[in-house]
């Protein structure tokens, strides 16, 4: 369960950069299908991380950019967000990874008490 180390590591972001942690209201995420992150799993682990470190009103919103892919037989691009979606024109599965979006913390939101 690698969501828990991807929740303690964006804990440990916010740490570094908010001094109170009572006053993070949301943490914006941008995954992608091949960030192989379950967001349910990622959930759960964030918010029991909070309840742990304070951040009581703090809320995770994860954005799920599509990856873009080339099929190799007829070179038809598409987007892909579901992992196991394959070539939308001759449905085979073999294909090249044209851009994969980074896994990266988009802002924190903070309001005073
Ligand atoms: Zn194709």
Do not use: Q, W
């Not at 960030?35 to 742990?52: H, Q």
């Not at 044209?98 to 802002?107: N, Q, R, T």
Request: proline share 7%; aromatic share 8%.
């Amino acid at each position: 369960m690698h969501e828990l180390s991807i929740a303690a590591g964006i804990i440990e972001l916010i740490e570094s950069k908010v001094a109170d942690p009572a006053t993070v209201t949301k943490v914006a995420l941008t995954a992608s299908p091949l960030s192989g992150i379950s967001e349910d799993a990622l959930n759960f682990s964030f918010s029991e991380l909070c309840k742990l470190k304070g951040y009581t009103n703090a809320t995770l919103h994860i954005t799920t950019v599509p990856v873009l892919m080339k099929c190799i037989h007829c070179e038809k691009e598409y987007k892909c967000l579901v992992f196991d979606t394959f070539c939308p024109d001759c449905g085979k599965p073999e294909r090249d990874i044209l851009s994969i979006p980074p896994f990266k913390i988009d802002y924190i939101e903070t309001a005073e008490p």
